[in-house]
């Protein structure tokens, strides 16, 4: 193998343990041994030609592969991901010590192309791209060396800048194809992809998820977005609700909370004031009216549906016109449909009731809101019976809900994923060697309640607390993603608890952040309308390149000086182009040399090893074939041919 492709080979490698520890999902404790010895594969690989060497290495292999399976196999699925990634970089890093002139480089490719591949399932969309431009403009140099390599070419120094060069190019030009083919190609931008919903546990910027999966914590990033401008219209700002819901969780499997999609149960199954539809697109619920009313624009719909308080009585949606409504019984609305108009904003007007309402629950919703999954941590039974012993026993259901919410509050911590001290399981939060976030609070005092019959549901949504001071307008991001709890009454109303520490959580979410975070934050923004890219976006996008050319022509014809100078640039750079050797020329000299039976000199250049080979008798077939490869590149770097004519 050329020592030319190895500095390659290092940088794949490192890229792959990079892409690996964006993920979150192996630590760096983890990586550290790896990215040791990768770091060091250009002295490790001396040491292979000796034979102990060798033995060792491949038995500690082997050794590591076998105690992965092993972790595999007796953990279950819970840690098949961490495993599986480890393995792959491991590959990676055994490949970059041992490929030498016997082994093709050909693995270490394909190896690198599927880490940076899977990770991309499971990293954060920005910080994975910005590895995956480095790995381009690093894999298409290399695999241009390794053709040479396998060529037989000699790369000296002014070659190998050439094919930098030369694939900086390329690069740029596959990078065009591909956006002009993401701008142009009509595709089906509401078909999830081949792997699904299974793949949508990826770390991103917090938000209110469609499933909260516990098995899987990835670290979060909080991010800035806006998704809702809450602005009182009629009413006192005090008559704000703080908790905002989107999606309520019913069934808990022990690992992850399902919604409770009311519309694919019975009637019996309803658990909140149905909406009525009037006239003028106005949805109504059997609720005492209230004096406070407010207007809400929704930015961020990938949920589909519009978030709203519990005490939501009024709401009559005033743009897009394209949006299809549909009411849910268990009290927020969703959007079925959207029009062409996708990336505008959803503003609705809602009114908010005195309370929020009631409907007498059935038997089977008291069942379902009472389920348990199929294994409960012992501590949850002892702290359930403990703190109800410390109430009168004729505590009603809310006043045993009520204790249970302020133990949580009071003694354990809040933390968010990938923070130091952050609980790698619910049953570390549980008994307090971790801190957790929303979801475990929200989980613990629901499986307080239910071990005690107290029916109960999960909600996520928004938890509103900012405030512009410039409109008066509430603004809820994304980074204000919580979790709380539900209770349900005997009269059929339902009780909010919050048992995360509020300070906590208001500290983590106002946290002042420092210009390089603002800067990420800006970047990861900018590629949030990249893959949020949909038809009304390719829409614009084409119209913006139709309109492209007349618009440069008008500036042009408005700003002359301007013009002049752009295309004195773009003849310059056109010249210096066609003084620099090309890498067509460069294996044509190659060839040329090797035909003519010659090998190069330390320091020798093109035109020298010309003479040298006119010196020693060389035949005129191959003197004049080596003559022309030596005129073209002369020509192509310096504008001259070989008998140094300029051209």
Known sequence: MSERLLPFLLLLTLLDLAFVQATGVVTGNDLLALWLLAAAAPWLRRLQRRRWCRSTWNAAVLVV??????????????????????????????????????????????NSFLVAFVTSFFAPDLTWSLLFVAHAFVLVPALQVNVFARRGVRLDGASLRTVLRDSVGLTFAVGVATA?????????????????????????????????????EFPIALGNDVALRIEVVDGTPDRMPSHW???????????????????????RFVTDPAWTTERGGTFVRDIEPGDTTMRVRLQDRSGRRLPMPLEAQRVRVEAPDDVL??????????????????????????????????????????????????????????????????????????????????????????ELPGRPGFARNLAEFLVGAGAGHCEYFATALALLLRVQAIPCRLVGGYLVHERDPATGAFVARSRHAHAWVEVLRPDGSWLTLDPTPPADVIAASTEKTSWWHDFAAGLSNAWSRVVEFDAGSRTEWVRTIAELPGAIARSL?????????????????????????????????????????????????????????????????????????????ENARYGVTARGATT
């Open 65 to 110: 592969f076998a105690l992965l399976v092993h972790h595999a196999t007796t953990t279950g699925l819970l840690y098949m991901l961490e495993d599986g990634l480890l393995l792959a970089v491991l590959c990676q890093v055994h490949l970059l010590n041992n490929v030498g002139e016997r082994q093709r480089p050909d693995l270490v490719f394909f």
């Open 180 to 216: 002009a083919a993401f701008v142009l190609l009509p595709r089906d931008f509401e078909r999830h992809g081949w792997l699904g919903d299974a793949m949508n546990a990826s770390p991103a910027d917090a938000g209110v998820a469609e499933r909260i999966r516990l098995d899987k």
């Open 245 to 267: 819901r989107v999606v309520a969780f019913a069934e808990f499997d022990g690992a992850s909370w399902s919604p409770q999609e009311n519309d694919r149960r019975a009637a």
């Open 325 to 414: 409504v549909d009411p849910k019984s268990w009290g927020v609305l969703g959007i079925v449909r959207m029009g062409d108009r996708r990336r505008q904003d959803v503003v609705y007007t809602m009114e908010l009731g005195a309370t929020a309402g009631a409907v007498q629950p059935s038997p089977s919703v008291r069942r379902l809101m009472t389920n348990l999954p199929p294994s409960v941590p012992r501590m949850v039974r002892d702290l359930a019976s403990r703190l109800r012993s410390e109430l009168p026993d004729a505590a009603t259901g809310s006043q045993v809900a009520g204790a249970c919410c302020e133990w949580l509050q009071q003694h354990r911590r809040y």
């Open 557 to 633: 014809v408005d700003h002359p000086l301007v013009a002049v100078l752009s295309l004195a640039s773009i003849a310059g750079l056109v010249y210096r182009r066609r003084r620099r050797p090309t890498v067509a020329t460069i294996v044509e000299l190659e060839r040329a040399v090797r035909t003519a039976g010659l090998s190069w000199s330390a320091g020798e250049t093109p035109r020298e090893l010309l003479a040298r080979a006119a010196g020693i008798g060389l035949d005129a077939a191959r003197l004049a074939l080596l003559a022309t490869a030596v005129g073209r590149h």
